[in-house]
T-cell receptor, first 118, second 111 residues
Framework: EAQVTQNPRYLITVTGKKLTVTCSQN?????MSWYRQDPGLGLRQIYY???????DKGDVPEGYKVSRKEKRNFPLILESPSPNQTSLYFC?????????????????FGPGTRLTVT | TQLLEQSPQFLSIQEGENLTVYCNSS?????LQWYRQEPGEGPVLLVT?????EVKKLKRLTFQFGDARKDSSLHITAAQPGDTGLYLC???????????FGTGTKLQVIP
């Protein structure tokens, strides 16, 4: 089954304790992205990646890191989480068109990770 | 960053009613997408509109892209409880590979 998986689904942690949320897709998609979802703000893009070792900032990258060492995996790293990073996080993947663009192609989303930082 | 504003923010209607939700921007978009998100799940793509004035239909859902490509609407005819969810529009986010989502319209259809 084609899917995007995220782990963990729920996480409660304390301020300053490093954490990693994993994301994996089995569709051989080049493009992967992380979003956070907060009430009234919709989805905001944190980071995206167009291929292995190619990553770039979205609209809200502060406090987050990513890496893309393998095509299928795109982990989100919070080096020193703070309470304002409490949110619902989604990973998504999408094929690239003609090797140049992912825009307009369907993004496939994972089930989400609900993170609470106290 | 290009912004997408959606209205209304919340909508609660009776089964069988019609409704329209809007996605507006001050910027021109090359294309727009509409997603639906059900509670506890990630968004799922409904449609992509790419041409100004374009109308696409998906069963009881009608999507329109404005002539100037600055706005889009989603009209649902005879809403059903299964239409309940969060409706999100999305467009290119200012960078070629960036994505901007709208603020969302939360729809509740009461049986």
């Amino acid at each position: 089954e084609a899917q995007v998986t995220q782990n963990p689904r729920y996480l409660i942690t304390v301020t300053g304790k490093k954490l990693t949320v994993t994301c994996s897709q089995n569709m051989n998609h080049e493009y992967m992205s992380w979003y956070r979802q907060d009430p009234g703000l919709g989805l905001r893009q944190i980071y995206y990646s167009m291929n292995v070792e190619v990553t770039d900032k979205g609209d809200v990258p502060e406090g987050y890191k990513v890496s893309r060492k393998e095509k299928r995996n795109f982990p989100l790293i919070l080096e020193s989480p703070s309470p304002n990073q409490t949110s619902l996080y989604f990973c998504a993947s999408s094929p690239m068109t003609s090797g140049t663009s992912s825009w307009g192609n369907e993004q496939y989303f994972g089930p989400g990770t609900r993170l609470t930082v106290t | 960053t290009q912004l997408l504003e959606q209205s209304p923010q919340f909508l609660s209607i009776q089964e069988g009613e019609n409704l329209t939700v809007y996605c507006n921007s001050s910027s021109v978009f090359s294309s727009l997408q509409w997603y639906r998100q059900e509670p506890g799940e990630g968004p799922v793509l409904l449609v992509t509109v790419v041409t100004g004035g374009e109308v696409k239909k998906l069963k009881r859902l009608t999507f329109q892209f404005g002539d100037a490509r600055k706005d889009s609407s989603l009209h649902i005819t005879a809403a059903q409880p299964g239409d309940t969810g969060l409706y999100l529009c999305a467009g290119p986010g200012g960078g070629y590979q960036k994505v901007t989502f709208g603020t969302g319209t939360k729809l509740q259809v009461i049986p």
